[in-house]
């Protein structure tokens, strides 16, 4: 009798435990706020998450919770896998900004659950089996005669690459500093190709550079429409987030709050 009342009061313990459980985890879901309040901003090749220093407390002023990536531009799987370990650790949904060759990046890095939409700033959006650099050698432009490759296969871009193809609308202050602080990227990353590409499944943005000279502005163009993006277009060199934050910052507000509802 003994134990069976023992079991009994065991039991009853854990329905407590349960029902306070249940109300605790109710509770919770009631306090999170609903809807894309994370964007991850992934950079292209020959920069880094510094390239987004403008257009981030732009973001932040409106309530988001901005996370720049740092990915690696040793291969595509290594900077697909550093996008993911960035959109594993956050909270509930995210949005995926890709800027060149990040673009590329993000179509695959899209899938996963937690991505609400995604955004091509001057990217490539590649199909499935396509990859960044056979999509930007279809439509050549000027940076390609810019770059230079070493023996382990990095390329990098010339002083006159950087000043008259990638940011010609940038001060010769910041030129200087993009120039010396740019990143080599792997040529074998940019051949990456990828699997499955996201934005057949997710909302998706795109902003195209009309005086871009590293990606072809009307490469980018057709891509938008292709992958069924809303799509603006801003007078700007390849790296329209420093020469124009504001349109930049805008086109991701209105897709974190878009994505939220979809």
């Known amino acids: 009798m003994q134990t069976l009342k023992s079991i009994r009061n065991i039991l009853v313990a854990c329905a407590a435990v349960l029902v306070i459980a249940s109300t605790a985890v109710k509770t919770a879901q009631a306090q999170t706020p609903s809807g894309v309040k994370t964007v991850l901003l992934i950079h292209g090749a020959w920069a880094d998450g510094s390239s987004w220093a403008k257009v981030i407390p732009l973001l932040e002023a409106k309530g988001l919770h901005v996370v720049a990536v740092q990915i690696p531009l040793t291969s595509f799987a290594d900077d697909v896998a550093a996008t993911q370990r960035a959109i594993d650790i956050e909270d509930g949904p995210v949005l995926l900004v890709g800027h060149s060759y990040g673009g590329a990046v993000i179509t695959e890095a899209g899938n996963d659950?937690?991505?609400?939409?995604?955004?091509?700033?001057?990217?490539?959006?590649?199909?499935?089996?396509?990859?960044?650099?056979?999509?930007?050698?279809?439509?050549?432009?000027?940076?390609?005669?810019?770059?230079?490759?070493?023996?382990?296969?990095?390329?990098?871009?010339?002083?006159?690459?950087?000043?008259?193809?990638?940011?010609?609308?940038?001060?010769?202050?910041?030129?200087?500093?993009?120039?010396?602080?740019?990143?080599?990227?792997?040529?074998?990353?940019?051949?990456?190709?990828?699997?499955?590409?996201?934005?057949?499944?997710?909302?998706?943005?795109?902003?195209v550079g009309a005086n871009d000279r590293a990606i072809s502005p009307v490469l980018e163009a057709s891509l938008a429409k292709k992958i069924g993006a809303t799509t603006i277009t801003v007078p700007s060199s390849h790296v329209i987030m420093l020469s124009k934050p504001a349109k930049v910052a805008d086109v991701i507000i209105d897709a974190a709050s878009k994505a939220s509802s979809k």
């Open 113 to 207: 659950p937690k991505v609400a939409g995604l955004v091509y700033v001057s990217a490539v959006a590649p199909d499935k089996g396509e990859s960044a650099l056979g999509l930007i050698m279809s439509v050549p432009t000027p940076i390609g005669a810019e770059l230079r490759p070493d023996k382990t296969g990095f390329l990098k871009l010339t002083p006159k690459g950087v000043a008259e193809d990638f940011a010609q609308d940038l001060s010769a202050k910041e030129i200087a500093i993009l120039t010396a602080t740019q990143i080599p990227a792997n040529v074998a990353a940019m051949k990456g190709e990828v699997t499955n590409p996201a934005w057949k499944s997710k909302p998706s943005w795109f902003i």
